[in-house]
């Protein structure tokens, strides 16, 4: 089992920043997969951004290319998603997901475990 915890968040004005973490625990191995995705109200669960443990094969959606940077502190075992520039369209719940294989996956039936969610709100 993982256990996944998510902290950052909030409400942000447009152009500006935030970052999420999301702490992990448990059985996560040597190698692993980390990601984040976001569901908008009425909305699919859509990957934005995943990286492969302990550093390699980021992955990022279409839409926060250029904006949004994801990355692990392997001490703290932690997967952060800075974001920047953000924009209304990014408002949505975030969620950290995990997955204890070794290829990105972009679908969220590919990870097995999850976090709580945290609402990103960004006004115009």
């Known amino acids: 089992q993982v256990q996944l915890v998510e902290s950052g968040g909030g409400l942000v004005q447009a152009g500006g920043s935030l970052r999420l973490s999301c702490t992990a625990s448990?059985?996560?191995?040597?190698?692993?997969?980390a990601a984040w995705f976001r569901q908008a109200s009425g909305g699919e669960r859509i990957l934005v951004a995943a990286?492969?443990?302990?550093?390699?094969?980021?992955y990022y959606g279409d839409s926060v290319k250029g904006r949004f940077t994801i990355s692990i502190d392997s001490a703290l075992s932690t997967v952060n998603l800075q974001m920047t520039n953000l924009e209304p369209s990014d408002t949505a719940v975030y969620y950290c997901?995990?997955?204890?294989?070794?290829?990105?996956?972009?679908?969220?039936?590919?990870?097995?475990?999850w976090g709580q969610g945290t609402q990103v709100t960004v006004s115009s």
């Open positions: 448990g059985r996560t191995g040597d190698t692993y997969l």
């Open positions: 997901a995990a997955d204890l294989g070794s290829v990105v996956g972009t679908e969220a039936v590919e990870y097995d475990y």
């Open positions: 990286i492969r443990w302990p550093g390699d094969n980021a």
